[in-house]
C-alpha cells in the first residue's frame, strides 16, 4: 500500500459532466448531505448507493469519487500526516459481506474492550452506593448533606478534569492516555479502604474525579477511528449497556463482599473498596495492550499478526473516512491548538447539544443516587437493597438498546432521544403527589424501579455531539464539552433532595418535575433549530452558480460544522 497523492486521485475518480449546476452531494466533502434536489447515484462499498445519509438509506455514498474531493483531501491527509493516508484508495471497492464480518470482528477487538473499560470506571465510580447501604456513613460520622457534598466534590472534579484529559489523550494519543487513567485511578480507589472520616471521603472523592473525568470522551475518540457516524452510537449503547451491567455485577459482588464484615476487623464496605479497585487495576494494566492506536497499527511485538490482513486495513480506513472524510484532517498523536481549541468552543451551533446535556439527565439522577438509602429508609436489609437494585438495571439495558436501534433505524435523533423525558414524566408527577410515595415500601420500589428503566439517550447525544462536530479536533473538544455539561448538570442534581426537605422530598420532586418539563421543551428547540439552519444553509448554496461552489470547496479555509456546504443531523 502506498500514499495517494493529490494528482493520482485525480486519474481515479470519475469526472462529472453537468453543465450548469453542481448538486450539494457532488461538491460537499462531509458524510451528511441535504436530500438532493434529484436522483444522482454512487457507487459506495461495492454497490449502488443514493446520496443522503440522512434520509435513512443505509448504503454508503463514497464522496471521493467526486475528483475535487479525492484530491482536496489526499493533500490534507498529507499535510496532517494522516497516520492511516497509506490506506487511503477513493477507487478502493469492497463487499458488503466483507464489511458485515470486518465490522463484527472490530465489535469483538474495539467496543468489546471499550465496554471492559468502561466496567472500570463504573466500578470504581459507583460502588458508593453499595457502600453506604452497609453503614458507611455512621462509620464515618457523615451526616446526608456531607455524602452529597462529597459527590459534588467528585463531579466538579470530574467536570474540571475533562478538557485538560482531552487535550492530553490527543496529544499523547488515547491508546496511552487511557490505560494510565484507569491504573492511576484504581490505586486510589483501593485506598478508600483506608477512610477515616470527613478529610479522607472529601480528599478520595476529589481525586477520583481529576483522574477520572475525561475518560468517557477519550474512549468516544477512540472508537470514533474504527467506526463509521451511523454504527458509533449503537456502539456507544452498547458501551452505555455496561453501565447497567457493571450495577448488576457489583450488586452481587456487595452482596457477597459486604458479607465480609468483621473478618481482619473491618467492615463491609473497606473490603468492597479494596476488592474491587483491584478489579480495575487489573483492567488498567491489561488496556496497554489491548489499545492500538489505529487500523493501521494494530501489529506489535506481543501480537505479531495484527487484527486485519492488508486488504481488510484498507476497508476499515475507507470506509471510515467516506464517511467522514474530515476524520483524517489530524494525526492521533496531534495536540489541539489554542486556535482549534476556541474554534470549537464558540461553535454555536452545537450548544443546544450542550443544553440538552446539561438538563435531560437531571429528573433521574437524585431517585438514582438515594436509592439505596431510600429502600433502607422503607424497611429492606442491606443485603435485599443490593438484590432490588438489579431489576432496573437489566430494565435500563433494554431500554436502552430499543431506543439506540430506533434511532438508527429510523434515522432520527432528536425525537427518539425525547422519549427519556417523556417515560420519566408520569413517574416524577407520581414521585410528588401520590400519597404513598416514599410510605408504602413495594409501591415505592415499584414506582422507582420503572423511573429508573428509562430509555437513556445518552449514546445518541454523543453521537449526535460527534456528527455534528465534523473535525477530529473539534470532535475532541465538544465530546468534552458535552460531558462537562453533563457532569455541570449532575453536579446541580446534588442540590435537588436536600436534608430539610426529608422524607418525602416534596421540593425537590417538584423542581425534578419542572427541569423534566424545561428538558422536552429543549429538545423539542433543538429539532427546530437545526432544521432552520440548514435550510438557510440550502438557500445560500443553491444561490451559487457550479464555479462558486466548486471554489468553496477547494479553497474556503473553514472547518467543522462552520463550513456551508455541511449539513447538521437531528
Known amino acids: 500500500m502506498s500514499d495517494i497523492k493529490g494528482p493520482a486521485v485525480a486519474q481515479t475518480a470519475p469526472h462529472h459532466t453537468q453543465a450548469d449546476n453542481v448538486h450539494y452531494d457532488e461538491t460537499t466533502a462531509f458524510s451528511d448531505p441535504?436530500?438532493?434536489?434529484?436522483?444522482?447515484?454512487?457507487?459506495?462499498?461495492?454497490?449502488?448507493?443514493?446520496?443522503?445519509?440522512?434520509?435513512?438509506?443505509?448504503?454508503?455514498?463514497?464522496?471521493?469519487?467526486?475528483?475535487?474531493?479525492?484530491?482536496?483531501?489526499?493533500?490534507?491527509?498529507?499535510?496532517?500526516?494522516?497516520?492511516?493516508?497509506?490506506?487511503?484508495?477513493?477507487?478502493?471497492?469492497?463487499?458488503?459481506?466483507?464489511?458485515?464480518?470486518?465490522?463484527?470482528?472490530?465489535?469483538?477487538?474495539?467496543?468489546?474492550?471499550?465496554?471492559?473499560?468502561?466496567?472500570?470506571?463504573?466500578?470504581?465510580?459507583?460502588?458508593?452506593?453499595?457502600?453506604?447501604?452497609?453503614?458507611?456513613?455512621?462509620?464515618?460520622?457523615?451526616?446526608?448533606?456531607?455524602?452529597?457534598?462529597?459527590?459534588?466534590?467528585?463531579?466538579?472534579?470530574?467536570?474540571?478534569?475533562?478538557?485538560?484529559?482531552?487535550?492530553?489523550?490527543?496529544?499523547?494519543?488515547?491508546?496511552?492516555?487511557?490505560?494510565?487513567?484507569?491504573?492511576?485511578?484504581?490505586?486510589?480507589?483501593?485506598?478508600?479502604?483506608?477512610?477515616?472520616?470527613?478529610?479522607?471521603?472529601?480528599a478520595t472523592r476529589s481525586i477520583l474525579g481529576l483522574l477520572e473525568g475525561g475518560f468517557i470522551p477519550d474512549i468516544v475518540l477512540w472508537l470514533s477511528y474504527f467506526y463509521t457516524s451511523r454504527e458509533l452510537p449503537t456502539r456507544l449503547s452498547f458501551f452505555w449497556t455496561t453501565l447497567s451491567s457493571t450495577t448488576i455485577i457489583t450488586s452481587l459482588l456487595a452482596f457477597a463482599l459486604l458479607h465480609m464484615r468483621g473478618v481482619a476487623g473491618w467492615a463491609g464496605w473497606r473490603w468492597l473498596f479494596l476488592i474491587e479497585g483491584a478489579i480495575t487495576l487489573l483492567i488498567g494494566l491489561s488496556s496497554f495492550f489491548m489499545m492500538p492506536a489505529s487500523a493501521v497499527q494494530t501489529k506489535t511485538w506481543y501480537r505479531p499478526k495484527g487484527w486485519f490482513t492488508d486488504r481488510e486495513v484498507k476497508i476499515v480506513v475507507n470506509r471510515v473516512l467516506r464517511d467522514d472524510p474530515s476524520k483524517g484532517d489530524m494525526h492521533n498523536r496531534q495536540a489541539i491548538t489554542p486556535r482549534r481549541l476556541w474554534n470549537a468552543a464558540r461553535d454555536y451551533d452545537l450548544w443546544p447539544l450542550y443544553a440538552i446535556g446539561l438538563i435531560a439527565y437531571i429528573p433521574q439522577t437524585p431517585t438514582n443516587t438515594y436509592i439505596t438509602l431510600t429502600l433502607r429508609s422503607l424497611g429492606f436489609s442491606t443485603f435485599n437493597t443490593n438484590l432490588l437494585t438489579i431489576p432496573y438495571a437489566v430494565f435500563h439495558i433494554i431500554t436502552l438498546l430499543l431506543l439506540t436501534q430506533l434511532s438508527e433505524r429510523t434515522n432520527e435523533r432528536t425525537l427518539v432521544a425525547m422519549l427519556q423525558p417523556i417515560w420519566t414524566l408520569p413517574c416524577i408527577i407520581a414521585l410528588r403527589f401520590w400519597p404513598g410515595a416514599l410510605k408504602e415500601a413495594w409501591g415505592t420500589y415499584a414506582l422507582v424501579t420503572v423511573l429508573l428503566s428509562y430509555p437513556y439517550c445518552h449514546a445518541i447525544l454523543v453521537g449526535w455531539t460527534s456528527k455534528n462536530s465534523n473535525n477530529v479536533g473539534a470532535r475532541s473538544v465538544s465530546a468534552a464539552f458535552y460531558n462537562m455539561a453533563v457532569q455541570l448538570g449532575n453536579i446541580c442534581s446534588n442540590f435537588i433532595y436536600r436534608q430539610d426537605d426529608k422524607p418525602l422530598y416534596h421540593r425537590g420532586n417538584r423542581n425534578l418535575l419542572i427541569i423534566n418539563f424545561l428538558s422536552i421543551g429543549l429538545f423539542l428547540f433543538t429539532k427546530v433549530y437545526y432544521v432552520y439552519r440548514n435550510k438557510q444553509r440550502d438557500r445560500v448554496w443553491n444561490a451559487m452558480s457550479a464555479e462558486e461552489q466548486r471554489d468553496y470547496k477547494r479553497n474556503e479555509t473553514l472547518t467543522g460544522s462552520r463550513r456551508l456546504d455541511f449539513r447538521f443531523a437531528h
Not at 448504503?59 to 490534507?76: G, R
Open 34 to 202: 441535504i436530500p438532493p434536489t434529484k436522483d444522482d447515484t454512487y457507487i459506495g462499498s461495492g454497490s449502488a448507493s443514493t446520496n443522503s445519509d440522512e434520509d435513512g438509506n443505509d448504503i454508503k455514498k463514497n464522496p471521493f469519487l467526486d475528483p475535487d474531493v479525492a484530491e482536496h483531501w489526499a493533500i490534507v491527509y498529507e499535510k496532517s500526516q494522516y497516520e492511516c493516508r497509506s490506506a487511503f484508495d477513493p477507487a478502493f471497492t469492497w463487499t458488503e459481506e466483507e464489511e458485515r464480518k470486518l465490522v463484527r470482528r472490530l465489535d469483538w477487538h474495539v467496543c468489546l474492550w471499550a465496554c471492559v473499560m468502561f466496567f472500570g470506571l463504573q466500578v470504581d465510580r459507583g460502588n458508593l452506593v453499595q457502600a453506604v447501604s452497609d453503614n458507611l456513613l455512621h462509620d464515618l460520622k457523615l451526616t446526608t448533606n456531607d455524602y452529597n457534598f462529597g459527590n459534588v466534590i467528585f463531579l466538579f472534579s470530574f467536570l474540571l478534569a475533562e478538557l485538560p484529559s482531552q487535550l492530553v489523550s490527543k496529544k499523547i494519543g488515547p491508546d496511552r492516555w487511557i490505560p494510565m487513567q484507569i491504573t492511576l485511578w484504581s490505586v486510589v480507589a483501593m485506598s478508600q479502604c483506608a477512610l477515616s472520616g470527613k478529610r479522607s471521603f472529601y
